[in-house]
């Protein structure tokens, strides 16, 4: 059973709770001097004795189950584009949050990122059948984006700022979009259930804790577009290659997917380099 409309409109509510959570995310992994020196895995003990973390982990969680709902209604190349819209949602909730206005320029990027998803969606296949992996094509699949993972995780743990945590965001990313890969699988698709969930279920918490190192060392913008991009570009992929799902290749589809994808990495640039964090917050008793 498929239907797009629903699909999309679900996958935008689920990218709303996302920015929400990402904002939030962000304020409090950055709240305290001592934060900045924490290993991950120092830094999530941590980050799980504050409530307002808590909250942020309710709104993730409230996403995912949204879009696990997309992802039963539409395939995955569809849906997962859909969050970049995330970065355009949580650019107000941010500056709100740091004590600052959104500029023109960043209406601007934000815009441009719109009307580039748009482009980009064009291409997407609205209708599939449902995907049916064996297990050792799912079983590449994981090991070759472990690979990946485990060599930007290496590489940005030798770079400096800015490029480490952009890395670390980037392995979140493809982590996530691993995730989401293995959901569809769950949710429409026919696969071992055993080994889909259980990848499913560590990528999205080793996700979690990258994302939260590159939060604390990267502020929001540069991590978040890098998530915000990498994330649907690696399930794409996924979708394509282990999925089965086919993009439309016809010329004028081809040319407005082009351009959507040109709009859409010129905004996020843009949006990356705003500084969505203006003053530390002031530190508070960890409850």
Known sequence: ????????????????????????????????????????????????????????????????????????????????????????????????????????????????????????LSMAPHHVRPPLVSDASLGIAVGGCAVVVALLVLLGSRLPRPAGPVLRAAAAAVLFGMASAMARLLVAGSSTVVLAAATCAVAAVAGMVLIQTAYRDGGLGAPLATCTLVDPLSAAVLGIVLLGETVRVTPMDAMLGVIGLGLTVAGLTVLSRTAHQARRPTPEPAV
């Open 1 to 120: 059973m498929q239907h797009p409309a629903v699909a999309i409109g679900v996958a935008l509510a689920s990218a709303g709770c996302y920015a929400v959570a990402a904002v939030l995310q962000q304020r409090e992994a950055s709240r305290d001097e001592a934060d900045a020196d924490a290993g991950g895995l120092t830094l999530f003990s941590r980050l799980l004795r504050r409530p307002r973390w808590w909250l942020a982990v309710s709104a993730t969680v409230v996403g995912a189950l949204l879009h696990l709902v997309a992802l039963r209604f539409g395939p995955l190349t569809l849906v997962q584009p859909l969050g970049v819209s995330a970065l355009v949602l949580a650019l107000p909730l941010g500056a709100a949050l740091a004590g600052r206005t959104v500029t023109r320029g960043e209406w601007a990027a934000a815009v441009a990122v719109a009307l580039g998803l748009l482009g980009i």
